[in-house]
Every structure is written in C-alpha cells, then in structure tokens.
C-alpha cells in the first residue's frame, strides 16, 4: 500500500488569523499617527508657535477690546521674513447695543499708504458715519495689509464674520499677480487653489508650524535684512514672472483666482447674511506710463528694430505738439502688435492732445490693461467685480466713476494718483465717498441723522504725516519698477524739525503716537495753538480709545481760550475713561461760568475716582465747600467744613471756612 505524504508545515502568515492580521497592521499605522497626535497636544500645552489668530484682546482703561494680530500676516508669506503694514484698529470685544461695525479688507490702498492711519479711506468713513450716526457707536475696522492678494482678504473676510459685522467692505485687485500667495509671486506654495487653502488651513496645528519653521531653517528663509531686501523694493522681491501679457493663460489664471476667492467670501457672508461692498479699482492712467510693454507681434513682416525707433521718434513729435501728424502712423503701429502698451498710451497722449478726450481716454485705459507688469488691475478685473456683486446679489462702488468726472477732460491722473495706484488724500476722499452710497444701502436707517453727507471726505492728516507719505513715495518712486536704481530711508535727509520727527517715525525711532505728541509739543511752546490741537485730534482720531489725546488738546483749547471748546473734549473724554483730570477741568469752567453746583458734582466725582494726590486733596476739598456754599448749600457745605477742618487742623483756610459755614448756619464760629 503507496504511502502518501503528509502536507508541509503552516507558514507563518497562515497560522496568523486574518482579523488580528488586520489588528497589527492597523497598530503600526496608527504609531505614526498617536506619535503626530502627541506631538501637538505636547506643543500646544508648550505654548509653542506663534498665535496666527486674526483678532487678539487688549484691555485698555478697564474695556476690553481686539485687536489686529500682526502675527497674522506670516501665514501668507513662506519664504520673506517681512513685517507687512497691517493697523492698529481696535473694536470692542462686546458689541455696543446699536453699534455700526464695518470691516475693510484689501491692501495697501486699503491701509491708506502712504498717509496710513487717519489717512485711509476706512478712517474717513468712520468720521463720515459718525456724523450720519450721531447716536450710535461707529466702529470701522481697517484690515487692509500690504502685498497681499485675494487669498489673505477672503480668509480675513471668512474669520470677520464671526465678530457680529454689519458690513465688509472689500478693496483689493492690484495685487492679484505678484502680491503673496499670488500666480506670479515668489510668496508661493503652488498655483493649485485647493493646494493653497490646504496649505493656509494647516496652519491651524502646531505640528505644522514646528515643521514649516524648521524647513525655514534648512532653508535660510529671506530675512528682512536679505540681500534681496537690501537690494531692492518689496515689490521687487515679490514679482517671480515679472511679465504677464495681456490675454495670456497666466493673465487668465489670475483672475480666476481672484473670482474664486472673492467668490468663496461672497458665498460665506451670503450665508452668515451679511452684506459685503465690492469697490471697482482705480489707477493712474494719464500720467503714468507703462511699466513693462511685451510686442505680440501678430502682424505679418512685424519689425521689431522699426518699432522701437518709431516709438522715439513718435514720442518726441508728440512732446513738441505734433499730436495730429502721428496719430494714424500711431493707429497702424497699434495694429501691427495689439500688445504693445506704449504704442497705446501714446496713442493716448496724442488723441488728448488733440483735444479727442473720449478716445484718449479709451487708449490710455487700453495701455493700462496691457502693461505686462501687473501692478495696475485691468479693466477685465473690474468688470470680474462687478460680475461678482451682480451674481452674489451684493452692492458695489465705483470710485473711478467718481474720479473720472472730476478730473480734467475725464482723464485721471496724478490729481488723486500719487504714482500708479495709490491715492492721494483727495483721492481716499474719493475712495470712502464712493463707498458711502452703497454703505448707506445695507446699513440700519434707525438713528441716522437726517443730514447730507459731506461735500468734502477729509482725513484727519497732520503735517508730520504728510512729510512721511511724501517720504514714502519718494523711496517707491526712485526704486523697481519706477528706476533701475534704488532709493532707502538712508538717502534721505532732514531740513526742519518736522522732516526730523517723520523721518524719526519711518526709521522706527519714534512711534506714530510719540511723533504726533512731540508736533503737538512743538506747536504749543511756539504758541500755535491751533496746530497743536491738530495734532492732538490726529491721535483721537486713530486711537479713539486712549484718553490722553483729549485731556491733551482741552489743556491746548483752554490755553488758546476756547472755554467751550475745551469742555465738550473733556465731556467727550468721560466716554473713554472716568479720569479726575477731566473733572477737575470741568468743576473749573462750571465755577469760572458761576454754575456752583454742577462744579460742586464735578469735584465730588474727581474725588471719588481715588486718582487724585494726597497733597492735593485739601485745596480741592477747600473748593469743593466753596462750590457748594455759593450754590446755597449751606447744609452739605457745613458738613464738608467740619470733615475737612478736623482731618487737616493745621490747614488755616479749611478752619477759616468752616466758621464762614458755621456762621451762616446761626451756629458758633471759632
């Protein structure tokens, strides 16, 4: 009989049952995933890495209050080490009963560069709604941060809505291309939006940001002391693909990223119900030429060498008044290469100079558009604007409208351009006066005042600001792209004392507050008492909640004799924060106007804070029985002469006044 083998032994594997087979392959994928999860509970009970939280509270003078975390920024720029200007806004962390909040978002035309501060065109519409709403508490937040793009306005504007706003308004465009996180910038993680937001939401974990900050590291991140900081603007650094033709897929891809941005804010306040004011871009069109021109040559027997020599030669017979003689070579050019942006703008030049306006204005515009380097948004992106508004149902502003009707023949130039985006003041007048009508649409009606708004928006600007923004500009200016050279803080000079504080202010010797207080300072020991209290009402204006300003300018109102003046500031200051300085100012006028009791509950209060030095309490109690003896309060003026006379027995007038008190009371004197 045949013998059969038996069956070889059993693997390994096979002996394993499948389900803890199952078991041990999940335990060793899950030791990576524990060791992360560790890791993060460790770094946050650590207190490691920055907090990246768009608002932070602040306690001032007993109120609670956010503030801009300028922490913030570094979320949106992966590879520069650079502070970018952010403000310094405040708004309560607990809603006012009947509070108008509105937060700005954009970029450097939405902080107000170069005037900053009161300068901005958020800033002048606090003023604005403040008079429309005479009874409520106006809070306008400027979230406005330089060379940013879409990404960071429509993740600031998704985190707004959870600080109770009434309105966003949102600023933005120019950036679009070289601003961070942008589709031509060097602040970049990839072009792939789903990739990007990805990126920013990850910098939620702590476990991403020990790992973004070692990576840094290794790296040897740009710092802001760089070589290419040095050399250059920031605008410089930012721009990667520094030529973006008119209708090319890179051109195409920008907007798009802008649709999908401002779209997806639009969608989240839509469904928060919260209305968002989009506002048209406005740029210089007259007087700035294009910054970079890219020849398509699209035309057959195109040459490129006579093209160049036609556009001297073209230029100089426009310059000397041969404006009809070039305009149709000028046309023919243009056709030859429907990209050249110099053709276009001189095609502008001449057209205005032959007094044809409308058509000067449509070839300045065209230049515009065409400019290969994109620091201006195109008409295609204003029109995306209001396409965007139309189709979320939102208002939206036309500040170039505006601009163009004021300006000479409709041509906008350096009138409200300082160079070829940014506002002069009339300009960020222009600004918040467009925003204004579409504000009003979405705002409450309850308690607005039935006034008309102002036929001028002036910001709150000192001349210490203006001598920074003019410093500002100059550096811009005569740096990439305006020159091939550049110009630093380090070139420039001081010639008066003002030059010196603001010059100070840039360099970051002085702060904004310290370089307004030092003016102010100046003013009054020159007796000039009105540019003083200028100053001083600069810094109510930005810092709305420091009471130092008003007590400040009362004292410049006082000293220049402006008692009633002076008396509606401190008034004004009490709303801020009780301070006895205030009441004592106040018992004052209340006595110098013989109103003996409302002096007499002026000097109780300033009592009562507990502020007051020791040294001085007996003359102020002195004056508080003065105050109420001559408003015929003989009672309480008799029990205040007693207190002051036995707490102070050596003090002769305290005693002389109690036997005045006495007397009249029919009582024994001394």
């Known amino acids: 009989m045949k013998r059969t083998r038996p069956n070889s032994a059993p693997t390994a594997a096979s002996e394993i049952p499948f389900s803890r087979r199952i078991l041990y392959a999940t335990l060793v994928l899950s030791v990576p995933v524990i060791f992360l999860a560790f890791l993060e509970v460790g770094l946050r009970i650590g207190g490691y890495g920055p907090d990246l939280r768009l608002f932070v509270p602040r306690t001032i003078g007993g109120t609670e209050y956010y503030g801009v975390n300028v922490a913030v920024t570094s979320r949106y720029f992966p590879s520069l080490h650079v502070q970018p200007g952010i403000s310094s806004d405040l708004f309560h962390v607990h809603k006012l009963p009947g509070t108008i909040r509105v937060f700005c978002l954009g970029e450097s035309s939405t902080l107000g560069y170069p005037f900053m501060y009161n300068g901005s065109f958020p800033a002048i519409l606090r003023e604005e709604l403040a008079l429309l709403y005479p009874e409520r508490p106006v809070e306008v937040v400027n979230l406005g941060v330089t060379a940013v793009s879409s990404y960071t306005v429509a993740e600031f504007g ?30 970049s993680v990839g072009r792939a939006r789903w990739f990007v937001r990805t990126y920013l939401a990850l ?13 840094g590291r290794l790296g040897g991140n740009a710092g802001s002391d760089s ?17 973006i033709p008119f209708g090319s897929s890179l051109y ?15 969608e989240a306040a839509q469904r928060r119900s919260v209305p968002v004011v989009l506002s048209t871009l406005t740029s210089n069109l007259r007087d700035l030429e294009p910054l970079r021109t890219v020849l398509t040559a699209t035309s057959p027997g195109f040459d490129r060498t006579a093209h ?20 149709e070579q000028l046309r023919v050019l243009a056709n030859a290469d429907t990209g050249a942006a110099d053709i276009a703008f001189l095609l502008g030049r001449a057209n205005e100079l032959a007094e044809d306006y409308a058509s000067a204005q449509q070839w300045y515009a065209r230049a515009r558009d065409l400019d290969a380097l994109r620091f201006r948004g195109s008409s295609d992106l204003n029109e995306l604007i209001r396409t965007l508004a139309k189709t979320y149902g939102m208002p939206v502003a036309e500040p170039e409208q505006i601009m163009q009707r004021r300006s000479r023949y409709g041509l906008i130039g350096s009138r409200f351009l300082l160079e070829h985006v940014h506002p002069t003041l009339e300009g960020y007048g222009i600004l918040a006066e467009a925003m204004l009508d579409p ?11 039935a006034v008309s708004k102002s036929s001028k928006f002036r910001a709150v600007v000192t001349p210490v600001d203006t001598i920074a923004a003019s410093m500002r500009i100059d550096i811009l200016v005569h740096s990439w792209p305006f020159t091939v050279t550049n110009r630093s803080l380090s070139d420039l000079r001081a010639g008066s004392w003002e030059e010196s504080l603001s010059l100070g202010f840039l360099r970051r010797e002085l702060t904004w507050e310290e370089m307004h207080v030092r003016a102010a300072e100046r003013y009054e020991s020159d007796a000039k008492w009105d540019a003083a209290a200028n100053e001083y009402r600069a810094l109510i204006a930005a810092t709305p909640y420091n009471v130092s300003p008003f007590l400040r300018l009362g004292g410049v109102l006082l000293q220049h004799g402006r008692r009633d003046d002076a008396k509606h500031v401190y008034e004004a200051s009490l709303k801020i924060e009780e301070t006895s300085q205030a009441r004592l100012k106040l018992a004052q006028y209340y006595f110098d106007s013989e109103n003996y009791a409302d002096a007499a509950r002026e000097l109780r209060s300033a009592l009562s804070l507990g502020q007051l030095p020791r040294t001085s309490l007996p003359d102020i109690r002195l004056a508080l029985v003065t105050a109420l003896l001559r408003s015929g309060d003989l009672n309480a003026a008799g029990g205040e002469a007693e207190k002051l006379a036995a707490e102070y027995p050596s003090y002769q007038p305290a005693q002389g006044l109690r036997d005045e008190v006495r007397r009249r009371l029919g009582g024994p004197g001394r």
Not at 161 to 169: A, T
Not at 230 to 242: F, I, P, V
Not at 253 to 266: P, T, V
């Open 227 to 243: 070589p290419e900081r040095k050399s250059g603007t920031l605008m410089e650094a930012l721009a990667r693909e520094k030529d």
């Open 203 to 215: 910098h939620e974990w702590k476990t991403f940001l020990l790992v973004k900050s070692l990576i």
């Open 308 to 327: 160049d020599a036609a556009i001297v030669s073209f230029r100089n017979m426009v310059v000397h008044g041969k404006a009809l003689d070039v305009r």
């Open 158 to 187: 998704r985190w707004c809505l959870d600080f109770e706003p009434d309105v966003l308004v949102v600023y933005t465009g120019h950036n679009e291309y070289y601003g961070a996180l942008g589709v031509a910038s060097t602040e």
């Open 252 to 266: 195409q891809e920008g907007l798009d990223q802008f649709a999908a941005n401002i779209g997806s804010l639009l």
């Open 439 to 449: 504000l009003l649409e979405v705002l409450p009606k309850a308690g607005r005042a």
